[in-house]
């Protein structure tokens, strides 16, 4: 999308809706009729580019089940996610250069969400209690992002940037090991 490339360009302070239309080679008049600012063109990319992550990770999760080793689970999600985060210029303006807007933090909290329910259905036989279950979700989901967008993806490639992977995975494999199932859990 034009709007990308010129956010990606320029930069989101530095970008005008004219400059968006010029590069989609639209009228601006046009492009008011479906957007009115540039607020409202990052919302629509920041879907996109949450779909898109969301349908990656939803294949990629699917050939995987309960039977699968955590450790190589947990390690093909972050560096897929590493991978798109590297080859989308869109993610970088999303998580670290515009606006957090309420419509984009809604936006990925929905995405937040939805990776809670992936990682939760990867962990009904260990976790049969369901509140149990989220709950668990909820923390790998929280590690899992904050190692990808807080460290990993600030340090620069090569052994620092496996290193933080390797502790991330460990991470989270810690975390599952460590708990018990409740159906282990004497009452």
């Not at 936006?107 to 990776?115: G, M, Q, V, Y």
């Amino acid at each position: 999308m034009a709007a990308a490339h010129v956010f990606d360009e320029r930069g989101y302070g530095a970008t005008t809706t004219n400059d968006i239309a010029d590069e989609a080679g639209v009228a601006i008049g046009s492009l008011y009729q479906y957007f009115p600012n540039k607020d409202a063109i990052l919302i629509e990319l920041t879907r996109q580019h949450i779909d898109s992550t969301l349908e990656g990770l939803t294949q990629l999760l699917g050939v995987m089940g309960p039977q699968d080793n955590l450790a190589v689970v947990v390690r093909t999600v972050v560096d897929y996610l590493v991978t798109q985060h590297e080859l989308d210029t869109l993610h970088l303006l999303v998580a670290h250069s515009a606006p957090r807007t309420p419509q984009v933090a809604l936006e990925l909290d929905r995405a937040k969400e939805r990776l809670v329910e992936l990682a939760a259905a990867l962990m009904v036989e260990r976790f049969p209690d369901e509140g149990e279950r989220l709950l668990t979700a909820r923390m790998v989901v929280a590690i899992v992002d904050a190692g990808v967008h807080d460290v990993i993806l600030r340090q620069p490639q090569g052994e620092v940037r496996h290193a933080a992977v390797e502790m991330t995975v460990s991470t989270v494999s810690g975390l599952i090991a460590d708990r018990p199932s409740t159906a282990t859990v004497e009452r």
